[in-house]
């Protein structure tokens, strides 16, 4: 099992930064690929990235790719969110999320953080 918690959301300007993080305790964590959804009220759940478990090879969304960055240390057990260029359009509850392998399923969720950007 593991356990996870984000943080770094909050209110910012459309064109400004933010950076998500998302702390994991339990298993190992290098054990884990990582990755980030959102969803807006209203609206399905959105695949923003997903990063490996070692390599840290990423893969984004087509609405993030180019301003958003994900990363990780395997040694503060922590993947991060780095966005930039915030649309409001990215206004959303945040989402980290890990599986075990590559082909699995997102089986470990944390409880969101709030991102709203205004216009």
């Known amino acids: 099992q593991v356990q996870l918690v984000e943080s770094g959301g909050g209110l910012v300007q459309a064109g400004g930064s933010l950076r998500l993080s998302c702390a994991a305790s339990?298993?190992?964590?290098?054990?884990?690929?990582m990755g980030w959804f959102r969803q807006a009220p209203g609206k399905e759940r959105e695949f923003v990235g997903t990063?490996?478990?070692?390599?840290?090879?990423?893969t984004y969304g087509d609405s993030v790719k180019g301003r958003f960055t994900i990363s990780r240390d395997n040694i503060k057990n922590t993947v991060y969110l780095q966005m930039n260029g915030l649309k409001p359009e990215d206004t959303a509850i945040y989402y980290c999320?890990?599986?075990?392998?590559?082909?699995?399923?997102?089986?470990?969720w944390g409880q969101g953080t709030q991102v709203t950007v205004s216009s």
């Open positions: 999320t890990a599986r075990l392998t590559a082909l699995a399923s997102y089986g470990y």
């Open positions: 990063i490996t478990r070692n390599t840290g090879i990423t």
């Open positions: 339990g298993r190992p964590f290098n054990n884990y690929y």
